[in-house]
């Protein structure tokens, strides 16, 4: 298993603005996502953070309003910008070391945004 | 083509009873199917997890049943208990994403 750690884990904005998010893991991990949780929803992909290289983003989801990092293979950031009301949610991390092996999630950052 | 579709949306079952959600998905490309568990202001913690190559497995009080020809997939919880409340996700993951079902709040009544 790993350790995940996200900072913050919750966090009040004002509209307009940005907040970067942390996801620290305390091992070398192959893969690396970014899912969003909307209240009393599901989990969505939002993309895959891909070490060295541009994310990989899925439908309806782009860099422009999440930019993501991963730097290295034990760190990334997803970052919401221009903020608006709409994207109060719960965004959390997961990693994994492969196609069709366990992956694990962090304990989330819960987004509201005024 | 991407979806997974679960079932129920809430649960109520009593102390010691059996638990049963179920999941449904189209890709037949889909190689891991694994179950999460999530409490209020946590991230889901995966529970169990099965492959297409196996019809079912058991950890405990948790069990996968798992019909491939009818792309369809199942967590048994037996010997429910209140600790076991939660809502539970299924997903189903193409090359190592997931995608998750709309999940089961489940209430087990003491």
């Known amino acids: 298993s790993a350790v995940i750690s996200q900072k913050p884990s919750r966090d009040i904005c004002q509209r307009g603005t940005s907040l970067t998010i942390q996801c620290q893991v305390d091992s070398q991990v192959t893969m690396m996502f970014w899912y969003r949780q909307q209240p009393g929803q599901s989990l969505t992909l939002i993309a895959t953070?891909?070490?060295?290289?541009?994310?990989t983003y899925e439908s309806g989801f782009v860099i422009d309003k999440f930019p993501i990092s991963r730097p290295n293979l034990t760190f990334s950031t997803l970052t919401v910008s221009n903020m608006s009301p709409e994207d109060s949610s719960i965004y959390l991390c997961s990693v994994g070391w492969g196609a069709g092996e366990k992956l694990f999630f962090g304990s989330g950052t819960q987004l509201s945004v005024l | 083509q991407q979806q997974v579709k679960q079932s129920p949306q809430s649960l109520i079952v009593q102390k010691g009873g059996i638990s049963i959600i179920n999941c449904a998905y189209e890709n037949t490309a889909f190689d891991y199917f694994p179950w999460y568990q999530q409490f209020p202001g946590k991230g889901p913690a995966l529970l169990i997890a099965?492959?297409?190559?196996?019809s079912e497995k058991k950890e405990g009080r948790f069990t996968i049943s798992f019909n491939k020809s009818a792309k369809q997939f199942s967590l048994h919880i037996m010997d429910s208990q209140p600790g076991d409340s939660a809502t539970y996700f299924c997903?189903?993951?193409?090359?190592?994403?997931?995608?998750f079902g709309q999940g089961t709040e489940l209430s087990v009544k003491p």
């Open positions: 099965i492959r297409p190559d196996v």
């Open positions: 997903a189903a993951s193409p090359g190592g994403k997931l995608i």
């Open positions: 953070a891909n070490q060295g290289s541009e994310a």
